[in-house]
């Protein structure tokens, strides 16, 4: 079993950052695909991004490309999500999700963490 506990989230403007991170347990973590999705109010939830085991490959879905990394350290079991030059539309839920099956990008992912709000002001 792997737990995932995001962090991180916040109000920001416009035009700024944040840097969310994902802390899991269990000794599998190097093994896992790591993936980051949001959920907007009203709206289904999105895959955001995606990064290999070794973190040698990432993903992106076009809306973030340029603005999101993905990156991970194995050796602190976290998989972090730096946001630049954030828009209003990036607000949403974001979940941290593992999954075993090594494929980088979307996709049903194993396991799910709790989410954590993300909110950009115009």
């Known amino acids: 079993q792997v737990q995932l506990v995001e962090s991180g989230g916040g109000l920001v403007q416009a035009g700024g950052s944040l840097r969310l991170s994902c802390a899991a347990s269990?000794?599998?973590?190097?093994?896992?695909?790591m993936g980051w999705f949001r959920q907007a109010p009203g709206k289904e939830r999105e895959f955001v991004s995606a990064?290999?085991?070794?973190?040698?490959?990432?993903f992106y879905t076009d809306s973030v490309k340029g603005r999101f990394t993905i990156s991970r350290d194995n050796a602190k079991n976290t998989v972090y999500l730096q946001m630049n030059s954030l828009k209003p539309e990036d607000t949403a839920v974001y979940y941290c999700?593992?999954?075993?099956?090594?494929?980088?990008?979307?996709?049903?992912?194993?396991?799910w963490g709790q989410g954590t709000q993300v909110t950009v002001s115009s």
């Open positions: 269990g000794r599998t973590f190097s093994s896992l695909v």
């Open positions: 999700a593992a999954r075993r099956l090594i494929i980088i990008g979307p996709g049903p992912y194993d396991y």
């Open positions: 990064i290999s085991p070794s973190g040698g490959r990432t």
